[in-house]
């Protein structure tokens, strides 16, 4: 142990020595005779002009983020900031109140010891030569001063019973204004002087007592409770005259709320208009009666916390009686018109300088998210339960002037009835909805705005997914799909019911939810700051919305995927599994004795008689939005193109046999490809992805043909021909009559070539 100590009291003594070393050697360099102070201070502070820059907008910087961060700290410790205020202003009460009574006992004290030396000396005294002249003293008339002096205590007690404030307050003043000058001119006895004083504390404290007990009486009320709260101030009680201020005026209300009782039968809104006409009304009238105290800080600090206790207290009732049950049971709209209420009485109090509506919506957003989440579930179940039993028949809104089927056409050029053509499932889903969206002040205000979106477009997805459902064949990838709502779905047998499933799904993304969620938007909300606000809150919502509609025609984009995978399945397989397309159809033509007439495989003619059945379907479902219609013949179409330009199988059969492509193979490949690309030209749903894959399969395909050592371009017709054919197919596939077609048309002739004439362009 004792080894342990040497150690540890030894190094603290190495490390001076070692310090000490360094400075001595360090100031070395002023004990030299050729010391240059100009020099060494030039070495030093060798900076140059940007250096020094550098350095200033270095210090600028860290002066700033010093103030940042004073700031942040006074804010995040505010409250305990304005408690400590408070507790000094209260020690500053009490200080103040210790040294007067300290300053009234050691007068006391020193009149006592003059008294007791006076007295000791007296005798001698008496018995000098001066004896005579000390009788003559004390035998005097007493001055006016000392007449008042003695008097003043009774007066004070008359004025006090009397409860003459006023007078008091003007005589307590004199009274200290004559201890004072006693003070400077001795013309008081010590003794005198004590008395003086002890009477005037006292009496100051006897009147500080009856003015608070004044205070605090119910009866007590304006003007007569304003004089007394000032005549404390001027006491030099202000402390306790603040607090028996508000005391005052929370005593007032919380007796005027004995006649405000809440039942289970009561209306919300009205119960939450009368508190808070009650509370904030207190707290308004406290507000104003604090004139008396004028701007200090740490009486406005106290005004603060006991303001945001009451609304605390308030909002903890508005909950227990009006929110609780709204909320619970999904209704949004009562229980934002109790949020409101409340607010519209809060904010008035923000031209008095109390900005207590942030406390109110922090204590109100829990009962408001659970408002908004039950009916957002209420609207999901009640979709999905009205899905369960949708004949996926496209009707007008219940209740319009629309007649079921076709509008009249002096309503042909208004968009709004066919863009309100629905299923029942979607109606109840839109309807829903626009209620939903009736008040969404609160909402905004407690910055609600964007979880609300994100709970709409929760349960729009969950609606997608029970139309995903009703299509045939998604029944078996109903476990993909989460969500808890009721998977139980009536499937949409036929063409329109499934392009009414589209239907669906596409107005309510493109346009009904957008339209109803603009009222999210403060522009369409009620407002009433100035336009500078409007417009800055108006470009930070809308980047918002617009990405909450990206993401609904994200929605329909799966709808619409899975539309056109099944109806592509439906097109490339049998129901054995077996393919319609396939390597054979081409490779299999070359080497049979038989005349080909010239027309498109019989896959393709599906795949169009299908587009023309759907285009036909969506015209009618898609009137104002043929755009979508376009856009989803244009996907279908990309769908089998895509399956075959991705068919492996099929290539390698092309590529690496049984046997290779031949001519008329290639010929027919093209054919086909070149007939799919006319119909969806003229169909205007040529896209610039389709027209990529076609060029790729055409490559592939004359690829795979040049491999056997032949050249395509030299077995291939001109375009015209098969565009001519082409032609041809697709006015006989539309159902035109022969007579409708030209008969002189080259492909009359050329459709008729035999095998023979074909080959006859020529090979390697």
Same mark, same amino acid.
């Given at each position: 142990?004792?080894?342990?100590?040497?150690?540890?009291?030894?190094?603290?003594?190495?490390?001076?020595?070692?310090?000490?070393?360094?400075?001595?050697?360090?100031?070395?360099?002023?004990?030299?005779?050729?010391?240059?102070?100009?020099?060494?201070?030039?070495? %030093?502070?060798?900076?140059?002009?940007?250096?020094?820059?550098?350095?200033?907008?270095?210090?600028?910087? /860290?002066?700033?983020?010093?103030?940042?961060?004073?700031?942040?700290?006074?804010?995040?410790?505010?409250?305990?900031?304005?408690?400590?205020?408070?507790?000094?202003?209260?020690?500053?009460?009490?200080?103040?109140?210790?040294?007067?009574?300290?300053?009234?006992?050691?007068?006391?004290?020193?009149?006592?010891?003059?008294?007791?030396?006076?007295?000791?000396?007296?005798?001698?005294?008496?018995?000098?030569?001066?004896?005579?002249?000390?009788?003559?003293?004390?035998?005097?008339?007493?001055?006016?001063?000392?007449?008042?002096?003695?008097?003043?205590?009774?007066?004070?007690?008359?004025?006090?019973?009397?409860?003459?404030?006023?007078?008091?307050?003007?005589?307590?003043?004199?009274?200290?204004?004559?201890?004072?000058?006693?003070?400077?001119?001795?013309?008081?006895?010590?003794?005198?002087?004590?008395?003086?004083?002890?009477?005037?504390?006292?009496?100051?404290?006897?009147?500080?007592?009856?003015?608070?007990?004044?205070?605090?009486?119910?009866?007590?009320?304006?003007?007569?409770?304003?004089? =007394?709260?000032?005549?404390?101030?001027?006491?030099?009680?202000?402390?306790?005259?603040?607090?028996?201020?508000?005391?005052?005026?929370?005593?007032?209300?919380?007796?005027?709320?004995?006649?405000?009782?809440?039942?289970?039968?009561?209306?919300?809104?009205?119960?939450?208009?009368?508190?808070?006409?009650?509370?904030?009304?207190?707290?308004?009238?406290?507000?104003?009666?604090?004139?008396?105290?004028?701007?200090?800080?740490?009486?406005?600090?106290?005004?603060?916390?006991? =303001?945001?206790?009451?609304?605390?207290?308030?909002?903890?009732?508005?909950?227990?009686?009006?929110?609780?049950?709204?909320?619970?049971?999904?209704?949004?709209?009562?229980?934002?018109?109790?949020?409101?209420?409340?607010?519209?009485?809060?904010?008035?109090?923000?031209?008095?300088?109390?900005?207590?509506?942030?406390?109110?919506? %922090?204590?109100?957003?829990?009962?408001?998210?659970?408002?908004?989440?039950?009916?957002?579930?209420?609207?999901?179940?009640?979709?999905?339960?009205?899905?369960?039993?949708?004949?996926?028949?496209?009707?007008?809104?219940?209740?319009?002037?629309?007649?079921?089927?076709?509008?009249?056409?002096?309503?042909?050029?208004?968009?709004?009835?066919?863009?309100?053509? /629905?299923?029942?499932?979607?109606?109840?889903?839109?309807?829903?909805?626009?209620?939903?969206?009736?008040?969404?002040?609160?909402?905004?205000?407690?910055?609600?705005?964007?979880?609300?979106?994100?709970?709409?477009?929760?349960?729009?997805?969950?609606?997608?997914?029970?139309?995903?459902?009703?299509?045939?064949?998604?029944?078996?990838?109903?476990?993909?799909?989460?969500?808890?709502?009721?998977?139980?779905?009536?499937?949409?047998?036929?063409?329109?019911?499934?392009?009414? &499933?589209l239907a669906n799904a596409s107005l309510l993304a493109d346009e009904l939810?957008?339209?109803?969620?603009?009222?999210?938007?403060?522009?369409?909300?009620?407002?009433?700051?100035?336009?500078?606000?409007?417009?800055?809150?108006?470009?930070?919502?809308?980047?918002?919305?617009?990405?909450?509609?990206?993401?609904?025609?994200?929605?329909?984009?799966?709808?619409?995927?899975?539309?056109?995978?099944?109806?592509?399945?439906? &097109?490339?397989?049998?129901?054995?599994?077996?393919?319609?397309?396939?390597?054979?159809?081409?490779?299999?033509?070359?080497?049979?004795?038989e005349e080909v007439e010239w027309f498109p495989s019989p896959i393709f003619?599906?795949?169009?008689?299908?587009?023309?059945?759907?285009?036909?379907?969506?015209?009618?479902?898609?009137?104002?939005?043929?755009?979508?219609?376009?856009?989803?013949?244009?996907?279908?179409?990309?769908?089998?193109?895509?399956?075959?330009?991705?068919?492996?199988?099929?290539?390698?059969?092309?590529?690496?046999?049984?046997?290779?492509?031949?001519?008329?193979?290639?010929?027919?490949?093209?054919?086909?490809?070149?007939?799919v690309i006319c119909f969806a030209s003229q169909g205007r749903y040529l896209?610039?992805?389709?027209?990529?894959?076609?060029?790729?399969?055409?490559?592939?395909?004359?690829?795979?043909?040049?491999?056997?050592?032949?050249?395509?371009?030299?077995?291939?017709?001109?375009?015209?021909?098969?565009?001519?054919?082409?032609?041809?197919?697709?006015?006989?596939?539309?159902?035109?009559? %022969?007579?409708?077609?030209?008969?002189?048309?080259?492909?009359?002739?050329?459709?008729?070539?035999?095998?023979?004439?074909?080959?006859?362009?020529?090979?390697?």
């Open positions: 142990m004792a080894t342990a100590k040497t150690g540890r009291s030894t190094r603290p003594t190495t490390a001076a020595k070692e310090n000490g070393t360094k400075i001595e050697e360090g100031l070395n360099v002023f004990k030299s005779d050729r010391f240059d102070a100009d020099a060494f201070v030039q070495s %030093k502070c060798s900076l140059n002009d940007k250096e020094i820059r550098q350095l200033c907008s270095y210090l600028l910087d /860290l002066k700033r983020a010093s103030a940042e961060e004073m700031r942040k700290s006074v804010y995040a410790n505010y409250s305990a900031f304005i408690r400590t205020s408070k507790e000094i202003s209260d020690l500053e009460g009490e200080l103040s109140s210790i040294r007067n009574l300290l300053s009234t006992q050691a007068t006391l004290i020193h009149g006592l010891a003059e008294g007791v030396r006076i007295d000791s000396l007296s005798p001698k005294v008496s018995e000098g030569p001066n004896a005579n002249s000390l009788l003559n003293i004390e035998d005097r008339e007493p001055s006016d001063l000392e007449k008042w002096s003695a008097e003043f205590p009774d007066h004070l007690d008359v004025l006090l019973a009397e409860k003459r404030v006023d007078e008091a307050l003007a005589a307590l003043d004199e009274g200290e204004q004559a201890v004072a000058e006693a003070k400077e001119t001795n013309s008081l006895s010590p003794a005198a002087l004590t008395y003086l004083q002890t009477a005037i504390v006292e009496r100051k404290q006897k009147l500080s007592d009856q003015l608070a007990e004044a205070a605090c009486q119910p009866s007590t009320r304006g003007a007569e409770l304003r004089a =007394a709260i000032l005549a404390l101030k001027k006491l030099g009680d202000g402390p306790r005259a603040h607090s028996l201020l508000l005391n005052a005026h929370f005593q007032r209300y919380q007796y005027n709320m004995l006649s405000l009782r809440p039942s289970s039968t009561s209306y919300g809104g009205a119960y939450t208009a009368a508190l808070s006409q009650l509370v904030f009304s207190a707290i308004a009238q406290a507000s104003a009666s604090l004139r008396i105290f004028g701007k200090e800080p740490a009486y406005t600090s106290e005004l603060v916390i006991w =303001a945001t206790k009451q609304t605390e207290a308030f909002a903890l009732l508005v909950k227990r009686h009006a929110l609780a049950s709204s909320a619970a049971a999904g209704g949004l709209r009562a229980a934002a018109e109790c949020v409101q209420i409340a607010l519209g009485h809060c904010s008035l109090l923000e031209a008095r300088g109390l900005a207590l509506c942030p406390v109110l919506l %922090k204590l109100f957003r829990p009962s408001v998210e659970q408002a908004l989440n039950a009916n957002l579930k209420r609207i999901e179940e009640s979709t999905a339960a009205l899905a369960a039993a949708d004949d996926w028949v496209l009707t007008y809104p219940p209740g319009s002037n629309c007649q079921s089927g076709w509008p009249s056409s002096a309503s042909l050029g208004n968009t709004t009835a066919f863009q309100h053509k /629905l299923t029942s499932s979607a109606h109840r889903f839109n309807s829903m909805v626009q209620d939903f969206f009736e008040d969404v002040g609160p909402l905004l205000s407690m910055q609600l705005g964007g979880q609300t979106l994100e709970g709409l477009f929760q349960v729009f997805d969950s609606y997608v997914n029970m139309l995903i459902r009703a299509l045939p064949g998604s029944m078996d990838e109903e476990a993909d799909f989460g969500g808890t709502g009721n998977k139980i779905v009536r499937i949409a047998e036929t063409e329109g019911q499934q392009i009414a &499933l939810l957008p339209r109803a969620a603009m009222k999210l938007s403060p522009s369409q909300a009620s407002y009433k700051d100035d336009h500078r606000r409007r417009t800055s809150d108006r470009q930070n919502r809308h980047p918002e919305q617009r990405e909450w509609k990206r993401r609904l025609v994200g929605s329909v984009e799966r709808l619409k995927n899975t539309f056109c995978q099944q109806h592509a399945l439906d &097109l490339i397989f049998t129901e054995e599994g077996d393919s319609h397309l396939t390597a054979e159809m081409y490779i299999n033509m070359d080497g049979t004795a003619q599906e795949l169009f008689a299908k587009l023309n059945s759907i285009a036909s379907l969506a015209a009618d479902m898609f009137v104002g939005r043929e755009r979508f219609a376009t856009l989803l013949l244009m996907r279908l179409t990309e769908t089998v193109i895509i399956w075959l330009s991705e068919d492996q199988s099929f290539w390698d059969d092309i590529e690496e046999g049984p046997r290779p492509l031949g001519p008329l193979g290639l010929q027919q490949l093209y054919l086909d490809i070149k007939f896209s610039r992805n389709l027209h990529r894959v076609v060029n790729d399969i055409i490559a592939k395909a004359m690829a795979a043909f040049a491999a056997t050592g032949m050249d395509p371009y030299g077995v291939l017709p001109d375009d015209e021909w098969f565009n001519e054919i082409c032609q041809d197919a697709i006015e006989r596939l539309s159902g035109k009559s %022969k007579a409708d077609r030209d008969l002189n048309s080259p492909t009359a002739s050329v459709s008729a070539q035999s095998i023979s004439s074909v080959r006859s362009h020529g090979s390697y």
